[in-house]
């Protein structure tokens, strides 16, 4: 049975056009692209060209794209780079609500001595701007604010914080992993200095990444070994899986309005019928500016496991969190820093859609989803008193 994929958040399939360009470069160009034969300097040029794709997507230069291996290595180089060219200062900001990638290499950081201020956000998931201004001082060293969060979807005004720390003159990096690709992105006019992207959150492979540094701005090399990206990232390059990024980001430019509001559409009915469907069900975070594609549900006096044992015995797949955290039995961070109550932060699903996704597998979901809620109810202890008293 194919599966209904809605945990498009935590990755993505491989698009057709993707897996087609790469597929060469996986079986008869096997080269090494820092050769210096013809067979080996042809890959060299395919790097370049995936570089300019990815470029465009953010509307960026080539030379400002570093090639990485994932979303993580991007975000741990820029929070590295940025402490390695400040040594003098020993404070880093961030919030409450990142992806492990960055929360806990902060929280690494404090660890080993520096300063780290964790801002909060309110109840609907939205970036406190007034604990941002009094958090920043003359000893931080860099910033490193998401752009979208990946559990709520909600964006944060990444142009607003970057115009107050390009004052202050403060590195600012943003992961956007999960914005990359489903909203429009333009560097020429965000004022952050470094920006990470995944290629497996955009139909890419896993395995690959890049980060964007902006010309001018300092930057120390994470990975340190040989020539290549210019210097700034040593180790033999992931050819196919670059070459792949770049063909992902093409499609992403092309098809960013149209699948925008397409997502929209579907997220919309899925989330309109289970709010009707499905009694004391909940929208956890801003519904007005967030991503297309995603959508965070709670279901109170349920555990969000058991919905989704239930959901995969129907081949539907979707998630209670970030997939970096779901190993863990401790309730999601970003809803407890949201201040969720008890009884809905164990019940909390995230649908996130794909340009994949049809409007008859949201169906399917409103069809059975109900029943699913209202049988596990009846078999806790603090659902069926609720039921009772209806």
């Not at 030379?63 to 929070?79: H, K, L, M, P």
């Not at 004022?191 to 955009?202: E, I, N, T, Y």
């Not at 499905?278 to 549900?297: A, F, H, Y």
Request: hydrophobic residues 40%; aromatic residues 8%.
């Amino acid at each position: 049975m194919k599966p209904i994929y809605f945990d498009n958040n935590a990755t993505t399939p491989i698009a057709p056009e993707v897996l087609n360009e790469m597929l060469p470069y996986l079986k008869d160009f096997y080269g090494n692209p820092s050769s210096m034969h013809t067979f080996g300097g042809h890959l060299h040029r395919k790097i370049e060209d995936a570089r300019a794709k990815v470029a465009v997507l953010i509307n960026a230069e080539p030379e400002e794209i570093i090639f990485t291996s994932c979303g993580t290595e991007s975000d741990n180089t820029a929070i590295m780079s940025a402490i390695e060219s400040y040594p003098q200062k020993r404070h880093v900001i961030t919030t409450r609500v990142e992806h492990p990638a960055v929360l806990n290499f902060c929280k690494h950081l404090a660890r080993k001595g520096f300063r780290v201020t964790f801002l909060p956000v309110d109840k609907l998931g939205r970036f406190d701007m007034d604990a941002f201004l009094k958090a920043v001082d003359d000893d931080t060293a860099m910033v490193s604010i998401m752009y979208a969060n990946n559990e709520t979807g909600v964006i944060f005004p990444i142009k607003e914080i970057g115009e107050i720390l390009r004052e202050r003159k403060i590195v600012f990096h943003t992961d956007a992993v999960q914005a990359v690709g489903k909203i429009p992105i333009n560097v020429k006019e965000l004022p952050v200095d470094m920006l990470s992207l995944s290629g497996h959150k955009l139909h890419a492979p896993k395995g690959v990444g890049a980060l964007y540094v902006r010309k001018g701005t300092r930057f120390y090399p994470y990975i340190i070994g040989g020539h290549q990206e210019h210097g700034r990232r040593a180790g033999t390059e992931n050819v196919a899986s670059i070459i792949g990024l770049g063909k992902a980001c093409e499609l992403a430019k092309e098809h960013l309005h149209k699948e925008a509001g397409y997502l929209c559409s579907l997220r919309d009915k899925l989330e309109k019928a289970l709010l009707d469907l499905c009694p004391d069900s909940q929208i956890n975070g801003d519904t007005i500016n967030r991503l297309p594609n995603t959508t965070n549900m709670s279901f109170r006096y349920i555990e969000g496991e058991a919905i989704l044992l239930r959901l995969d015995e129907y081949g539907i797949c979707a998630s209670s969190g970030s997939a970096c955290t779901s190993g863990s039995l401790e309730p999601s961070h970003v809803l407890r820093a949201m201040g969720i109550p008890f009884n809905a932060i164990h019940g909390s699903i995230r649908f996130s859609l794909s340009r994949y996704n049809t409007e008859e597998e949201i169906d399917k979901v409103i069809e059975i989803m109900p029943a699913i809620i209202k049988e596990l109810r009846m078999l806790s202890p603090y659902g069926k008193k609720e039921l009772e008293n209806c």
